[in-house]
């Protein structure tokens, strides 16, 4: 890699060939030796060096505010994704919901086990179709394009939704209900996965562990404003109510919309497309000027030609290749913490609430508690973050979220009002201790794990791995705590205690610690195959 002592060799193991020299400085910056000069002479702008994963959070926001002004933009994909999931999941709740697409069972209306299980499936099911076509669509059209793709499909997916009232079959309402939470999740993918690139391969080292954490605290946020929409139309009469719910989702098809006509093109698709002189004007709008963008080329254009060196194609097969085979794996463990920690049950857990004995209203007021002050752990967590490392944050968090679903299950055993507000109560805790941990410390590991070439289609697959994940979580757990099914009730925090306990020992095996490292350090530490638990100690000066 770039900081061996002997650029011209590489390691000649099963995974390595030996390699010609490779000029760090790729391509010939057509056109811009002039700007770099002016630009030297012109300004006091520091330098984004080696050692800009020192930089404290603080510092490191006021000398990349644009980036963080972007990356923040950019969560508002993230709201949309959590507001969308709670108003078409949660509406299950709302008796005027229940009412038209519903069904009586013992004198009670209920929405049946396998219409539950497909609308629950529905939408991760199409953020995994969506988040595979997003690894290969915005390598072909680039990030912005993708963007506004992705929001245009979601104002169609949307629309479906919104009229699958109006047939009076109540099956075919189901039907229409079921393909509109597809194709909204198809897009959902498409712009997270687009997102979550954006901010990856943009993000300083100092920033970018902590920018990917704000993807939980944006989901969580989009999660409270559906949730608190959902407790309002939850007193409106008829069809009104959840109507209105359905129609609020064009807000955030638009706003994504909006962003991808203003905000510039990623410098390293620029780069990896060797648009040069594009990507130098983009380096521009995110870095300058208080950061030279020059050298924050440089580095991206340095790790561009040493990844095309170890590999001649960016494809999807080759995220199982060589080295690459362990950090698409990491990744694909890391998307799988919310499955694993419960969050499909806790995103739906006004409706599980009153399966097990809980009024329709309070358990729609106790999802609005848990969600606020989720946000405020997942806050802490950023700091968090900013501070320990990925791995100690999410083997301790996770530990504690076995505990309290070993306390949950263990209550099922009894009834009453008593086991469901213990079950809310410690459901809110799991909330808090993983929003803290594990939950922003897996989009960190999300977000640095891969090669900067491979970054777009293995974030694709993670998506993918994690929707899919949902899909079968979704599936699976109404027939678990539904009444008309298994009935478990809180006795299902027992299935969460063997996820959380198989979470735990993959973490302890497998989880490097890559706080603070940069893009090559990284490449180099699983290039000589470093042990998980020895990443933490290896110093970049043995290879410098």
Known sequence: MGLFKDRSTAYNSGDYIELEATNSSGPPMVGIEATDSLHRESSNT???????????????????????????ALTIVVVGWGYDLVVVGSITAVESFQEDYGARYKGKLIIPSLWLSLWLAATPLGMAIGSLFAGWFQDRVGRKLSLMAGSIISALGATVIFLSYIPPAIGTKRILFFVGKVIQGFSVGILKVTAMTYVSETAPVALRGSAMALIPTGNLTGQLIGSIVVYVVNDVKGSAGYLGAFGSQYIFAVAPFILSICMPESPAYLEEKGEVEKA?????????????????????????????????????????????????????????FPAMFGLDLLGKSSYFLQTIGMASSTSLMILIGGIAVGIAANGVGIWIMSRAGRRVTTISSLIGATVLWTAVGISGFWSGPVVAYYTAGSMIAIIIVCGMG???AGYAIMGETSSLRLRAKTQAIGGAAQQMSSVFMSFVLPY?????AGNLGAKTGLFYLGLCSIAVVLCWLFLPEMKGRSTM???HMFNIKLPARAFKKWRSAEVI
């Open 521 to 523: 350090e990284i490449d």
């Open 46 to 72: 520091p330098i984004v060096g080696h050692d800009e994963e020192k930089i404290p959070l603080g510092k490191a926001i006021k000398q990349f505010p644009k980036i963080v002004g972007y990356c923040l």
């Open 438 to 440: 594990c939950w922003p």
């Open 280 to 336: 130098f004007k983009s380096a521009v709008r995110l870095f300058a000027p208080r950061a030279d963008p020059l050298k924050a080329l440089e580095k991206i254009r340095e790790s561009i030609a040493e990844e095309k060196a170890l590999s001649a194609r960016a494809s999807f097969m080759s995220c199982f290749k060589g080295t690459h085979r362990r950090r698409t794996w990491i990744v694909i463990m890391a998307n799988l």
């Open 480 to 484: 678990l705590f539904n009444p008309d």
